[in-house]
């Protein structure tokens, strides 16, 4: 059984900001492709970043490209999200995932999923 727990998430004004930690119990870790998702009240579960297994490509949703960066410490079991310029519109539950063989951009294609942390911009 995978599990996943995420830390980091806070309250941040506009222009800063966060980095998420999602500390992973699997092994061995790095055989997983790790991932980021968020939640918006009211909005559907959206894809936020990914990080392949073992080359750790990494992939981006266009609405955080240039302003966020996903990395993995397979040492640490831990996948990472850095969040600057942080925006209103980024408030949301941030959910870190993990799957096998590689990373997809579908929520459905997922099956582990850590408890959240939530992120709230203020303007």
């Known amino acids: 059984q995978v599990q996943l727990v995420e830390s980091g998430g806070g309250l941040v004004q506009a222009g800063g900001s966060l980095r998420l930690s999602c500390a992973a119990s699997t092994r061995p870790f790095s055989m997983y492709a790790m991932g980021w998702f968020r939640q918006a009240p009211g909005k559907e579960r959206e894809f936020v970043a990914a990080i392949s297994m073992p080359g750790g490509s990494t992939y981006y949703a266009d609405s955080v490209k240039g302003r966020t960066t996903i990395s993995r410490d397979n040492a640490k079991n831990t996948v990472y999200l850095q969040m600057n310029s942080l925006k209103p519109e980024d408030t949301a539950v941030y959910y870190c995932?993990?799957?096998?063989?590689?990373?997809?951009?579908?929520?459905?294609?997922?099956?582990?999923w850590g408890q959240g942390t939530q992120v709230t911009v203020s303007s």
């Open positions: 995932a993990a799957r096998v063989p590689g990373v997809a951009y579908d929520v459905r294609s997922w099956p582990y």
